[in-house]
């Protein structure tokens, strides 16, 4: 258990950078679509944020022979936070290395979950400050909601897929004071963890990956705040050509509303509604789904995860790659 | 072809009747779930009206053998229009028969569809004028909306399966003037059509039944007007039990939202939000979906109808009968 | 009233007219945030149309010395519906003349209303055929909805201000067959009403001139479909600096929801969201609202239209423009 | 500044207890229109609970000769939280008493605001245990939704009146470790402040009292999570008689949805829907609202709070009531 006094140290999800075999693509997912602000390009790389985003990006758009996560960082309650999870790391033998010169963010801590995910830690960030045109009168909003597509506000949360979910999960306890909300069993093993140490049902998630694979990603998710925006969502996808995997529907497991589709490069991007169930109790004991509560956890309504696709794609993708991706 | 000043002949569907051979859990379903009002309770039936149903009654239930539609009536636009069209089906061989004594509806002609499903055609109706503690503020809304479960506002449409959808087709067009404004072909095939006189996508559809029989039906929809409401109604039949088949989720073809599930008896249900496309245009074409549009045709969103009950289990039911119609 | 078989004479709002001093400011409102697509652009105009508009432009933005609309056709069921109702029209005494030669319009009948109101009925359309990179996988959609701005569907109904709503409306129900579904009297004094020939609850609406005036605008509306649209929109026009008159809620007259704004033009525009209450009782009694009942006539949630501008401001306007229009 | 690791103390508003001369109307309020379960009844009280609350009560309705709060208690987020906040008020001079013996919580520590509201902080809380029958498929729900009325989730925030908003403010900044997002300043006066210790925009909100009076409540909200449930609650009390005071719309501060109605009682409550922006950013810098930008800051949409009741009328009410509340 991670002591009382270090339960909020990871406050939340910052950035992500995903690789894509198709940048030409995953830009015009990305900004024309779901109307994410260009913020700088450089190389192969170029930066995005949504219109609430805070910080100078969230997404990290990289050319790359397949399409993966190549990062993701958690920014962390304050400095000392860090201090103290690095040397939780290091304690259980995570050790990482620091990092430093990525646009809009100081030094970062990098190190690999047991699973082989690369993530990383920080606390210096640069807060975007919108030029005069881009300002909202909407004090809390970084910038004005653009004019195209149909904007995401902000970055959420990670889903991550491991070889095995429990020394994935158990080292963000021990190492990040995360707390599991919820978890799926299927008999002994363990097939899903939800965590976050804020009272969102979860930062991150990681689930078993179903082809045995290691470090690879199932999604990321980017938040509307809107259950009606992700219907909104499939539509726009629907007529445009982006392929829809599941939703939009609602989550048993963290309640939350859903739509997942694949980005044209092929990485796995939720489109996240409303933010669910709300985890105020600070004593909330971790819910335990069983197999024959899996219907409920899956989906509120009719949807069933595609099998096909579902539990086994993630990225980098292993062949053979279902139909629906290369679509 | 229709003559041009009969195009408008039919009003609206008036009523159902449900057979069930369940009925105290249909009853519960409609009354308990979806919040309609008990008007009448005679023999083995319970009439009942949603609170914006503007008669008596819009769904009789009926103790029965086995799940089933009774028969469906149409309200005419007038009782002329009630004559012409009688006029036109005996004309086309369809002839029937004049009933009365229905609870809060007058004279009317029944008669069978060319696959056999019971229909009638009325005019005279008795208005529902709700009592003092019942009538509500908004003057269109003929009952106060109930704080019972998630209520119905009214009853909306029909969706008969028939061997062949053509011929049905065909004698609503012809006779009851009836325009095919969306339909779906297989090759040669047509496989499904959905028909109104007025600006409604569809009063009634008939879909291609793929266990070959005759004269079931697919589903009566009742109408929310608000498409939350199907998300609202999915959370409510899941937590309280009723099997959910497909949905909440919006159809390409007529771009309206949908929820289908069994009622107790087996009947499929369909909840209904928002109306989706109004045909404003008075010469709309009859859009034609083929095989290779059809995943936009049946659902905009993720959905994917599940083949083993949508498009072959119906009401009458034959074996084998799926397992979650039962649960 | 209306011989029975000329009730559906009207087939809906085809068109409107509307001329601003300041065309810019007008095109960016309807271009950049409402998403219609310019179809044409001659002289001092700029045609333009919603994505689900079925004919060439429903909007035809002219430069003028002052806000106003120039006119508005309404379409009619048939070519034989055009003649009886110009038939009736000039035995009426409301004689007027036919033009040619608008862009995707073929001859149109203009006359004035009682009130001096230019409108007009056409029969002749070309129907707008998206190239295609513009068109939708949902058959029934005239065109991709754009990814620009927050984008209204089709033209929806209009509402024009009268010096007496009595005659206005008594020549709509005589000449044009239409149906008044619902209307507000002060004590002896008419003081709006909401009619259609279809079961919509209005194509178009009177509403009394508390300044007295002539032949003036209310408000022209456009439709979303969807009830959150609506609430988008006011988060948008916020940002973007235009002025919100009232909204959004929902109306009790029509079940409605709304949302009022002026178009830099100075044009009181209104976003529709559902269409409310559908009028499928083909023998539906007229509603009167009386003062006493006109709270929730209004709004059914907390809104209060405001009396400095709601009541008294139409277009062309009469000094003084109150502030929040020249904002 | 609260030092770093003391952050999180506060972990949300567990219960309120509110005085009404009118218990049945409140009772009737709380339970048939917002479907709150009844846990308790005892002597003059009764206690209630949302689907979602967590433990035996949020809600204790006492019949009292006026309407007003008897107090409300905040959970901390461990029971050293507690400890140190008791500590921290008593080095502030706020020194309460412990007390005992509620149903459903432990002991609790009693204190006043600067400005008299009676608070208190507790850690020791009976979790709620459903029984079979309103136990839910979706695990992180303590109990079934129900089917009466529209059922609310859970309590979520208090907002009070204070004749100085800034000791109020303080105080909890200081001795609660809360943390102020939002702020209104009127010149040199603080007329309004937003805080939480927690990612929620707000657990307790202070707003100055127009009236100059002490210790008065303004409002309690209860959360639906959904922002279309406050507009089907604004047509449930446009029926059932419920006078409302603004909204349904978004205020632009906290970006909260929001209906403001009265309960029978006279207490104001606030229906809520989203919970509006997250505050992910740990360093996320308080956001202060001027009077030029306070009507974006009051409503997004077109809702002007209404003066005469929205800044003057809080409970227990001070002479003359406005209509509106009474009716």
Known sequence: MTEERYRHEIAHLARVE?????????LWFFKDLLGMYETKREGQSVYLRGYEDPYQWSLKVTEGPEARMDHAALRTSSPEALERRIASLREGNLDGAWSDGEFGYGKTYEFDTPDGHKMALLWEVEKYQAPPQLQSKILSRASKKPLQGLPVKRI????????EVTPVKESFERHLGMKTHERVVDGDIETGAWMSSSLLSHDVAVMRDAR??????HHVAFYYGVQQHTIDAA???????????AGPDRHGITQSSFLYVFEPGGNRIELFGDPGFLVLEPDFETRTWTMDQIDTGTAIGGTNLPAETYFTYGTPPIEPIPDIVRR
């Open 235 to 245: 539509e726009m996808f629907r007529d445009y050509g982006i392929p829809i995997e």
């Open 18 to 26: 995903l690789h894509t075999p198709n940048p030409d693509g995953t």
């Open 212 to 217: 045995g694979a290691r470090g690879r990603l």
């Open 156 to 163: 959420d949360h990670l889903n991550l897929l491991a070889r």
